[in-house]
């Protein structure tokens, strides 16, 4: 008799954060970013220590091998 094993796993992100003085650099950048994957959650635009305006977008992308690697050590 076989025994099937239902694993079920969370999705697991990694996150990352860019900040740049231009809306149109950052756009730039994004757009390269969203390429490798990255998804843009959400973006700031805020003074800085020395007074100066920059824009902050944070990312996130799914996690490569964390959640297959959590299932491995479910079944093993």
């Known amino acids: 008799m076989t025994t099937n094993t239902i694993v079920h796993t969370q ?20 757009n390269t970013f969203g390429q490798d994957g990255w998804d843009l959650v959400t973006v700031s635009y805020a003074r800085g220590e020395k007074e100066e305006m920059f824009w902050t977008a944070f990312l996130k992308r799914p996690a490569v091998g964390h959640a297959a690697n959590w299932a491995q050590r479910l079944t093993h």
Do not use: F, G, N, V
């Open 11 to 30: 999705q697991r992100w990694e996150y990352m954060s860019i900040s740049r003085k231009t809306d149109t650099y950052l756009a730039q950048e994004l």
